[in-house]
């Protein structure tokens, strides 16, 4: 009997490839596959070579051991400190937003999240310009708040942290609002109303019920968010200055101004590294929350 099944097992492959319906679906998975082997595969491991070869074509670790020393990794802790930043704003505008317009009716929950949409649909670099013009010592902002008589003022909102992380964190607040949207309207409402029955405050209700149930959406929108705002270039580039010079912006001086290819494409790995941590933490910090639903609705 053994050996009818060890002679059996090799025969099987070939009846699922005698098969017509394998043969179609491999034909129709083909095209994907080639997709993804040439415009995914082929650039990451060809990156991942080129941060491993020296000038004369030998293997070395030269340029990570570059890349996390010295000025580079400063720019490294400095991407690091801004995303966090941004997560954590993007976080907090976005909750309130994301509630805000879950409490409204269905028409007008539909527009107003038009209304956080539609711009993103603009081009990053025009809307980093008009951020620009808002915050500009001649800016709307300052010009408002010198026509207060606040002390201090112009306020300089340009070229400096604040500024790189206004303007990430108005990049990344439609993420942040969509995904928290999603999550709060589909919260069971009866869950609040009974808490408030049995004669639970607002304050242990929002801690106690709300909180846990919209978690993992808020753990996805900042890790996104942190995410994202990883490899973000355009604005950093031109609402920052020299002490804000983010992984993205060292990576195109590398290339355009010191042509150093291999140095910009071990800066690029750490970058791929640090995003692929972040998206497993997302799908774990999911499944956690999908897990504790399952739980919950048992």
């Not at 394998?22 to 129709?28: E, S």
């Not at 070229?159 to 609002?177: A, D, F, K, R």
């Amino acid at each position: 009997m053994a050996a009818t099944l060890t002679a059996g097992a090799p025969g099987r492959p070939r009846k699922l490839l005698a098969s017509r319906r394998t043969r179609v679906g491999i034909l129709y998975a083909l095209p994907v596959v080639v997709y993804l082997l040439v415009l995914f595969v082929y650039p990451i491991f060809s990156t991942l070579l080129l941060s491993l070869k020296n000038a004369d074509g030998s293997l070395t670790l030269h340029w990570y051991a570059d890349a996390l020393t010295g000025v580079n990794l400063s720019v490294l802790f400095t991407t690091l400190r801004i995303s966090a930043e941004t997560a954590v704003l993007s976080l907090v505008f976005g909750f309130v937003l994301a509630q805000a317009i879950s409490r409204l009716k269905p028409l007008w929950a539909g527009l107003a999240m038009l209304v956080v949409v539609v711009p993103h649909f603009v081009s990053a670099l025009v809307r980093t310009y008009g951020w620009i013009i808002l915050l500009g010592d001649k800016g709307l902002v300052n010009e408002t708040l010198t026509a207060m008589s606040v002390p201090g003022t112009p306020y300089q909102l340009l070229y400096n942290e604040l500024g790189v992380v206004i303007g990430t964190t108005s990049m990344m607040l439609p993420y942040t609002v969509l995904l928290l949207y999603g999550v709060m309207r589909g919260v069971d409402r009866r869950l609040l109303a009974a808490a408030s029955s049995m004669g639970a405050g607002r304050v242990t209700i929002f801690r106690r019920i709300y909180l846990p149930l919209v978690a993992p959406g808020l753990a996805s929108a900042g890790l996104l968010s942190f995410i994202l705002s990883l490899g973000y270039y355009i604005t950093p580039a031109l609402m920052g200055g020299p002490n804000q010079t983010m992984i993205a912006t060292l990576i195109n001086q590398q290339v355009t101004k010191e042509n150093q290819w291999n140095g910009a494409a071990a800066q690029g790995v750490i970058l791929l590294v640090l995003t692929l941590a972040g998206l497993l933490l997302v799908k774990l910090v999911s499944s956690l929350g999908a897990s504790r639903k399952k739980r919950s609705a048992s």
